[in-house]
Each structure stands twice: as structure tokens, then as C-alpha cells.
């Protein structure tokens, strides 16, 4: 999943057409306000405004178009941001495997405050709080409930709201419980495939789901935000505890769950790697890095796409 949003994690048969893919595209020179960690690329917002992209770019989802942006949402092969005018545009994979048109990259009309992409649909919140979403739909995962929402976080195939009492609804696929978040307030989610996260207003996290790797069993204490990443057979977490210091836990084959130390800001976890901004404003990013998605360019960030937080 975007500026705030989620960097999504995208499904088995998604991940397959990837690996198979081709290009790369190189790392921008510039500095960026916002990033969005993907599934096996990376988008930030430069300071002018303008998205970059770097990673893989076999279907288009490293190829922002021009103009200026305030946020911008990393999927699994999709990339959708907010223009400067609230207007949502997407780019990358439109299409499922069949090559049929499922309409992902399609947004519809309007102004929005947040824009979550996933690994077969997109979700958005609009400037007036109602959810509205657009792809594929098999699940119902694109069948937003009514009512005023300030946030949104986008699964592989369930999407999860934080409602105007900070309550959290989700909605779609159910195989695990990811789609059965627990009762509480919440200042913050963050849906991968599998499970989902979120911080409580006590600051420490719940999450739920299916527990590959002890991926639902955080550790204790205040946290500041978390997210969650996830290929499907492999999740992982990260979370930036009350000190700064960011701790992982679930997989960590590609070194995804080992941080390094410091004092951080926000952390955003892709499908086996993930970036954190330090205090300074600088990015540093861990685990795999096949296709470049983990090389950060230099200079001060202000934020990784990662969970989608109450406004």
C-alpha cells in the first residue's frame, strides 16, 4: 500500500506475472516529501510535487505520469496517487491474467483525501468521508460499507476502514480473519494480504488475520505507527515503537525484519522489504532488493506511505 496509504501486497497470481516481468527502472536522483513502498517497486513524491518511481516497471506501475501530487499509493503492480486537486490518478497493470480490463487503474471522479492501492483494487476516501472503491470485486472486497470514514488501508483481496469513532471495519475475503478486526479504537491500520494491524489508542498494536510466522503476535508497548507486508506465504510487520526505534517481526528470509537502529519517524513495509525515515529525514531500507526497490536516494524525506492513520 499511500501518503498515505498503504503499500498493499498483492495476490499469488499477481506475484507470479511479476516475477516473470521485465524492466527496471532507475533510482531518481531527487529527493522526495513522500514515498510508498510496493511490492517489488518504490514511488515518492519529489519536492516539487512530481511522483518518481524506481523498481520493477514490467507493467507501467514505475511510470507516474506527469503533474503534481500530494500523496501517492504503491500497490502490487498498480500505483495510484492524489493530484494537487484531490483528483486520483493511477497507472500500471489495468487488467487481470486473463487479460481482461478489471478497471484497478480506473478511478472515478471527485476530490479525495486518501487513496490506498492494492493488488487487484483500489480504495479511496472522498473529501466528504465516504469510502468508494474500483477493480475487481469477486470478493466484495470493492463494496465499501456506507457511512463517513477517515481512513482506508487495501488487502490483497478485503479492505479495512477506521470509521469517524475510530472503530475499524473490513470487508471482503475472510479466509484467515483478516477481515474481523477486533473491537477498540484505533489511531492507525495497516492491511497486507493476510493479516492486518493496527495501533490502538493506547498505543500498542493488535492484529489479525492468519499467523504465518508469528506475524499477529507484536511485541509489547507503545508504538507510533506499524505496518504490515505480506507475498501471501511469507508476512512480516514493522513498527515504530514510543522511543523511535523500529522492531519487525513474522519473516525475515530477506533480512525484511531486521531494522537497523536509529531513531525513526514512520516505517512502510513492502512485500520483502521496507523503509523507515530517521529523525533526520533520511531513508534507510532493508531485506530484498532485486529490483532495486530497496536503494533509497539520498537527501530528507518526509514520510513512507505505510499504514493509513486517523485524521
Given at each position: 500500500m499511500a501518503a498515505v496509504g498503504l503499500a498493499a501486497i498483492g495476490a499469488a497470481v499477481v506475484v507470479a506475472a511479476i516475477r516473470a516481468g521485465g524492466g527496471r527502472v532507475d533510482l531518481p536522483p531527487d529527493p522526495s516529501q513522500t514515498i510508498s513502498a510496493g511490492q517489488y517497486h518504490t514511488c515518492g513524491v519529489q519536492t516539487d510535487g512530481t511522483v518518481v518511481c524506481w523498481g520493477l516497471n514490467d507493467v507501467g506501475q514505475a511510470d507516474p505520469p506527469p503533474g503534481v501530487f500530494q500523496s501517492v499509493s504503491a500497490g502490487a503492480a498498480h500505483t495510484c496517487g492524489i493530484r494537487g486537486d484531490g483528483t486520483v490518478a493511477c497507472w500500471g497493470r489495468n487488467h487481470d491474467r486473463d487479460g481482461n480490463l478489471d478497471g484497478r487503474a480506473d478511478p472515478p471522479p471527485g476530490a479525495f483525501i486518501a487513496v490506498s492501492a492494492g493488488a487487484l483494487h483500489t480504495c479511496g476516501v472522498h473529501a466528504d468521508g465516504a469510502l468508494?472503491?474500483?477493480?475487481?470485486?469477486?470478493?466484495?472486497?470493492?463494496?465499501?460499507?456506507?457511512?463517513?470514514?477517515?481512513?482506508?488501508?487495501?488487502?490483497?483481496?478485503?479492505?479495512?476502514?477506521?470509521?469517524?469513532?475510530?472503530?475499524?471495519?473490513?470487508?471482503?475475503?475472510?479466509?484467515?480473519?483478516?477481515?474481523?478486526?477486533?473491537?477498540?479504537?484505533?489511531?492507525?491500520?495497516?492491511?497486507?494480504?493476510?493479516?492486518?494491524?493496527?495501533?490502538?489508542?493506547?498505543?500498542?498494536?493488535?492484529?489479525?488475520?492468519?499467523?504465518?510466522?508469528?506475524?499477529?503476535?507484536?511485541?509489547?508497548?507503545?508504538?507510533?505507527?506499524?505496518?504490515?507486508?505480506?507475498?501471501?506465504?511469507?508476512?512480516?510487520?514493522?513498527?515504530?515503537?514510543?522511543?523511535?526505534?523500529?522492531?519487525?517481526?513474522?519473516?525475515?528470509?530477506?533480512?525484511?525484519?531486521?531494522?537497523?537502529?536509529?531513531?525513526?519517524?514512520?516505517?512502510?513495509?513492502?512485500?520483502?522489504?521496507?523503509?523507515?525515515?530517521?529523525?533526520?529525514?533520511?531513508?534507510?531500507?532493508?531485506?530484498?532488493?532485486?529490483?532495486?526497490?530497496?536503494?533509497?536516494?539520498?537527501?530528507?524525506?518526509?514520510?513512507?506511505?505505510?499504514?493509513?492513520?486517523?485524521?
Open positions: 468508494v472503491c474500483w477493480g475487481n470485486d469477486f470478493y466484495g472486497q470493492a463494496d465499501p460499507p456506507p457511512g463517513a470514514f477517515q481512513a482506508v488501508s487495501v488487502g490483497a483481496a478485503y479492505s479495512c476502514g477506521v470509521r469517524e469513532d475510530r472503530t475499524v471495519f473490513c470487508w471482503g475475503l475472510d479466509f484467515g480473519g483478516q477481515a474481523e478486526p477486533p473491537l477498540g479504537v484505533f489511531q492507525s491500520i495497516s492491511a497486507s494480504q493476510t493479516h492486518a494491524c493496527g495501533v490502538r489508542a493506547d498505543g500498542t498494536v493488535a492484529c489479525w488475520g492468519w499467523n504465518s510466522n508469528l506475524s499477529l503476535d507484536p511485541p509489547p508497548g507503545a508504538f507510533q505507527a506499524v505496518s504490515v507486508g505480506s507475498d501471501g506465504h511469507a508476512p512480516h510487520a514493522c513498527g515504530v515503537e514510543a522511543d523511535g526505534a523500529v522492531v519487525c517481526w513474522g519473516a525475515n528470509e530477506y533480512g525484511q525484519a531486521d531494522p537497523p537502529p536509529g531513531v525513526f519517524q514512520v516505517v512502510s513495509v513492502g512485500n520483502f522489504h521496507a523503509c523507515g525515515v530517521r529523525a533526520n529525514g533520511a531513508l534507510a531500507c532493508w531485506g530484498d532488493d532485486s529490483f532495486g526497490q530497496a536503494d533509497p536516494p539520498p537527501g530528507a524525506f518526509r514520510e513512507v506511505g505505510a499504514d493509513a492513520p486517523v485524521r
